[in-house]
């Protein structure tokens, strides 16, 4: 079946523009998370929804960054005013649950940013 | 909070040599320890994970981990490389929710290169 997509796969923009990356999650999975993948820095957690639940927020940094998943299905996330070091790759992921304890997280392809 | 460590961002052996790629953890509650693998040009995807029960876990491919308390460490391992096995090998835990969030904490990531 269809997997995680993710889209763009590539996006260039300059330094102080918007932009949104959007994630299909696998139909019917609940858990939606997002990380941010650099060079040399692993995978850098950023937020999670969980079906209507509040979202787990805290691992934005910064208030430019913010996120919203749209009928517990597509998610949306968008980087304000960006800088260049926002430049890397963000990954989505969904699951059937939360946790991981009884279903893996399944991953996009990413999107890479490049901010010039 | 929880952590994870892994020792040695790149790591080399011969093909038919035996893997080894360490992992270290961090946490206050039981942990759920996963590795995750990312072949080049692809998403992340679930090589293994301990939740509960054997500490002894076999995954795809033919890797392993042993969950060991003790030492509080999840190394993974597989008794002769393949050169199919080069990628990026990523460790990762999770509490369950115990402590109120199900974020997934990576570790910075493991590069294999497989040498014929």
């Known amino acids: 079946g269809a997997g995680v997509s993710q889209s763009p796969s590539n996006k260039v923009t300059e330094k102080g523009k918007d932009v949104e990356l959007r994630c299909d999650p696998i139909s019917g999975h609940t858990a939606l998370y997002w990380y941010r993948q650099s060079l040399g820095q692993g995978l850098e957690f950023l937020i999670y929804f969980q079906g209507n639940s509040a979202p787990d927020k805290s691992g934005l940094p910064s208030d430019r960054f913010s996120a919203e998943r749209t009928g517990g299905s597509v998610s949306t996330l968008t980087i304000q005013r960006t800088q260049q070091e926002d430049s890397a790759v963000y990954l989505c992921?969904?699951?059937?649950?939360?946790?991981?304890?009884?279903?893996?997280?399944?991953f996009g392809n990413g999107t890479r940013l490049t901010v010039t | 909070a929880q952590s994870v460590t892994q020792l040695g961002s790149h790591v080399s052996v011969s093909e038919g040599a035996l893997v080894l790629l360490r992992c270290n953890y961090s946490s206050s509650v039981p942990p759920y320890l996963f590795w995750y693998v990312q072949y080049p040009n692809q998403g992340l995807q679930l090589l293994l994970k301990?939740?509960?029960?054997?500490?002894l876990v076999k995954g795809i491919n033919g890797f392993e981990a042993e969950f060991k308390k003790s030492e509080t460490s999840f190394h993974l391992t597989k008794p002769s490389a393949h050169m199919s096995d080069a990628a990026e090998y990523f460790c990762a835990v999770s509490d369950g929710g115990t402590s109120g969030t199900y974020k997934y904490i990576f570790g910075t990531g493991t590069r294999l290169k497989v040498l014929a």
């Open positions: 301990y939740t509960t029960g054997a500490t």
């Open positions: 992921a969904s699951s059937e649950s939360l946790g991981g304890i009884y279903s893996p997280l399944h």
